[in-house]
Structures are given as structure tokens and as C-alpha cells.
Nanobody, 120 residues
Framework: QVQLVESGGGLVQPGGSLRLSCAASGSIFSIGAMGWYRQAPGKQRELVAIVTEGGTTSYEDSVKGRFTIFRDNTKNMVYLQMNSLSPEDTAVYYC??????????????WGQGTQVTVSS
């Protein structure tokens, strides 16, 4: 069993910042790519940012220069630092990770989601 638990969401004013955290726990052999997705009301879930096992990052165009994804492999955690937030960033944010429970078994795992609301 593997579990991803997000934290750090909340209500913030436009222009503000939040840091999301995601902790992986359970029977973990190793963790591959980790990412953050978001889903706004009435919209499809979209990839926000991803970081590979080696630390290479990639971002959705609208968050480039504002959001930073980073991971701590010693703690099995991934973070999303969000700056200069705008109302368009309002969504439920989900953590995703490809976790190997054995050398030849990889599972795609999701967290339960954390709400981010940007409003004055």
C-alpha cells in the first residue's frame, strides 16, 4: 500500500503565495516522476508541474516563472511553491507520483487533493 497526502492549501489573496506539500508513505522501493495537477470547477484536470527522478522540471505555460516544483528524495516528498497567485489558479490541486513498490512494479498514485482559492 502506498499513500500520498497533500497539505498546504487554503485561501489567499491575489498576488499572494502558498506552498503545497505532498508526502508519500507506505511500501516504497523508489519514486519516479512526481507532479502536481489541478482541476478547476467545470474543467478537466491539467498538469501544472512535474519533476523527474533526476530533478528535471517542466511547467504548464501559465505558471512558468511563478510556480516552482521541487522534491526531497530523503523524505519522499514533493513541494509546489506558488507565487504571484491569481484567481485563475483557483482549483483543487492533486499530487501524483509514480512509485515502485518493487524493482519491477510501478504504480501511478494520486493524493486526495487540496483546495487552493485565490480571492480578495
Amino acid at each position: 500500500q502506498v499513500q500520498l497526502v497533500e497539505s498546504g492549501g487554503g485561501l489567499v489573496q491575489p498576488g499572494g503565495s502558498l506552498r503545497l506539500s505532498c508526502a508519500a508513505s507506505g511500501s516504497i522501493f523508489s519514486i519516479g516522476a512526481m507532479g502536481w495537477y489541478r482541476q478547476a470547477p467545470g474543467k478537466q484536470r491539467e498538469l501544472v508541474a512535474i519533476v523527474t527522478e533526476g530533478g528535471t522540471t517542466s511547467y504548464e505555460d501559465s505558471v512558468k516563472g511563478r510556480f516552482t516544483i521541487f522534491r526531497d528524495n530523503t523524505k519522499n516528498m514533493v513541494y509546489l511553491q506558488m507565487n504571484s497567485l491569481s484567481p485563475e489558479d483557483t482549483a483543487v490541486y492533486y499530487c501524483n507520483a509514480r512509485i515502485r513498490t518493487k524493482p519491477t512494479v510501478t504504480l501511478n498514485n494520486w493524493g486526495q487533493g487540496t483546495q487552493v482559492t485565490v480571492s480578495s
